[in-house]
């Protein structure tokens, strides 16, 4: 793998098609990670109103404390699914799958170099510093 950029022979478009994919694939990064805590937000959720139950129990509302138990507390985040299943279904079903494609394209395009577009600018920015001292 090279670590120069400007040993690659990539078209502008390539350049271009290669760095918009890079940022595609940082944001459904972000968004697993968003999906990671609304699954870590909700976790606490359920905790809280398990301890609701309790506390409803305790105080002598049984019938609230057991449609609690019964009916929401078991329930799933969003189609009876709960949100590890949904976590994991992103991971594997489509998390890896673009990673998978994505690396596919930068081996094929750019010799497996990450970055190609920063890497560049990062080179034109300092040889522009230099040439100015």
């Known amino acids: ?13 390539e350049e271009q098609a290669l760095h918009e994919l890079q940022l595609g694939i940082e944001h459904i990064h972000r968004a697993y990670g968003t999906l ?13 109103m398990s301890d609701a139950e309790d ?8 019938e609230w404390a057991d449609d609690l138990r019964d009916n929401h507390l078991p329930a799933g985040a969003i189609s009876d699914q709960w949100t590890f299943e949904l976590v994991e279904e992103f991971s594997t079903e489509f998390l890896e799958e673009v990673d998978d494609f994505e690396s596919e394209v930068r081996d094929e395009l750019a010799d497996g170099l990450d970055h190609v577009t920063e890497r560049r600018q990062k080179r034109q920015l300092r040889d ?3 040439d100015e001292n």
């Open 1 to 13: 793998m090279t670590t120069d950029p400007d040993d690659l022979e990539l078209t502008d478009a």
């Open 36 to 48: 990671l805590e609304f699954h870590h937000n909700l976790g606490h959720a359920m905790d809280r």
């Open 55 to 62: 506390a409803l129990r305790e105080a002598g509302h049984k």
């Open 128 to 130: 522009r510093a230099e």
